[in-house]
């Protein structure tokens, strides 16, 4: 069992930056995926971005390629997501979720695997 809490959220205007960070517990980072998820109003959830710890390989949707940057500190069990040039599309509640290495022959850019999810924190993009 991964337990996950997020913190960070808030409101930024388009252009601007904010950084969530996601504190993990009951596992060490090289034996799980760690990834980030959001869901506007209204919409369905959606990955956005993925570490596999053990090799540091990460994976982007292109929506926040180049903008968005997932990374951790694992020695503090925590990843973080840095989120710039955000836009108001970018809105959403985001998760921090997690899911063993081993429970899963799929790589951590499949969003489909994730079994372990924080509560969320809200993200909202406007002038």
């Known amino acids: 069992q991964v337990t996950l809490v997020e913190s960070g959220g808030g409101s930024v205007q388009p252009g601007g930056s904010l950084r969530l960070s996601c504190e993990f517990s009951?596992?060490?980072?090289?034996?799980?995926?760690l990834a980030w998820f959001r869901q506007p109003p209204g919409k369905e959830r959606e990955g956005v971005a993925s570490v596999n710890p053990s090799v540091g390989r990460t994976h982007y949707v292109p929506s926040v390629l180049g903008r968005f940057t997932i990374s951790g500190d694992y020695a503090k069990n925590t990843v973080y997501l840095e989120m710039n040039n955000v836009k108001p599309e970018d809105s959403a509640l985001y998760y921090c979720?997690?899911?063993?290495?081993?429970?899963?022959?799929?790589?951590?850019?499949?969003?489909?695997?994730?079994?372990?999810w924080g509560q969320g924190a809200q993200v909202t993009v406007s002038a």
């Open positions: 979720a997690a899911v063993s290495l081993w429970a899963s022959r799929s790589p951590c850019s499949d969003y489909g695997i994730y079994q372990f």
């Open positions: 009951g596992a060490f980072a090289g034996t799980i995926c």
